[in-house]
Structure formats: structure tokens, C-alpha cells
């Protein structure tokens, strides 16, 4: 989307001419112009990945299965947000490559006997964009999350769940999203 401000400083040239109240609303068109300008909608620095690649994530906990569940989900929100599309490495423009480096299960809240009612499940990872024709670093991330889950009403996948989808946002923000 272009602004061109050349129109607007006519307009206020030849309200300036006219009554004092006209002056008046030539100001302030002039003000509000002052940041006409070139705006675009894309996100820079990434116009030129148009495709993704999402390696299976690596897991160094003994949490296991999370490293699939993780994959799955990603690759599921960005075919849902529609921005890439997702193919394999070989044709792709950029790789998503992700680790789950520390995963915490700890009391978070508790009631007025000391019991606890919730707890946090705090996950680390380490997420990498690179560029698939030169494996050159796009971004690079040590990302924490977590997920709070009620122990009366759910269970610790809850709290998993909240952290992975807190994840899949960030990097979705942050591979198609730069502003």
C-alpha cells in the first residue's frame, strides 16, 4: 500500500487561501500527512521464504513422545495459518530444526492449606529457521513456555498442551511475522 502526500500539500495550499476555519483544517490535514509514506504489509526480511520445511523435533528429556506431538502440532498451525506452505526440505525455502532441551513439572499455586492445586509444566527449547539453499541462520531461539494445569479437573498433557501451543505461536510469529 503507497501514500503519496503531494495531493494533501495542494489541498492545504489552497485552503490557506480560503476562510480561517479552512486554515485551520489545512493544518491539521498537513499534520496528519506528515507521515505519508511507502507502507507494505509484508514482513521484512522474510519475502522471500515462500515455503517451509519442519524437521522432527529433537528431545534430550525423558519426556517421551513430546518430540512428535510437537512436530505434528507445528506443522499442523502452519498449514492452518496459510502463510507458507509446508513442503519437504527439498523443496523448500527455509527449515524450522527445534530441540526440547528442559522440561519442569513444579507447584504453582497453592490453597489455604498448603495443598497444591496447580502446577506448572515449564518446557525449554531451542527453535532454528535457516535457509534451505545455503543453510544460512534466519533466527535463532531459545524459547521457554508454560503450561498451568488444576490437578482436580486435568491432567499434566493439559499443562503440556498449553506450553506447545504457546510455543507454535511464537514461531509462527516469528517466521511469518516480523513488525
Not at 507447584?107 to 543453510?135: G, H, R, S, W
Request: aromatic share 8%; glycine share 6%.
Amino acid at each position: 500500500m503507497t501514500g503519496n502526500c503531494t495531493g494533501t500539500y495542494r489541498i492545504v495550499i489552497r485552503l490557506i487561501s480560503m476562510k480561517p476555519k479552512f486554515v485551520l483544517i489545512g493544518v491539521v490535514m498537513a499534520v496528519l500527512s506528515v507521515g505519508c509514506g511507502v507502507y507494505t504489509f509484508t514482513p521484512r526480511g522474510k519475502s522471500d521464504i515462500k515455503s517451509i520445511s519442519v524437521e522432527r523435533f529433537d528431545n534430550e528429556t525423558a519426556e517421551y513422545g513430546l518430540e512428535d506431538r510437537m512436530t505434528d502440532q507445528i506443522i499442523d498451525a502452519l498449514l492452518a495459518e496459510g502463510t507458507l506452505k509446508v513442503l519437504s526440505t527439498e523443496y523448500s525455502d527455509a527449515v524450522l530444526y527445534g530441540t526440547l532441551t528442559r522440561y519442569d513439572r513444579n507447584p504453582f499455586d497453592y490453597d489455604e492449606n498448603d495443598q497444591v492445586q496447580t502446577y506448572a509444566i515449564t518446557m525449554t527449547f531451542d527453535i532454528t529457521l535457516k535457509k534451505a539453499a545455503d543453510d544460512t541462520e534466519i533466527w535463532k531461539e531459545s524459547i521457554i513456555q508454560k503450561g498451568v494445569y488444576d490437578i482436580a479437573s486435568e491432567t499434566e498433557e493439559d499443562g503440556q498442551q498449553r506450553a506447545i501451543d504457546l510455543l507454535i505461536e511464537d514461531i509462527i510469529n516469528k517466521t511469518t511475522k516480523s513488525w
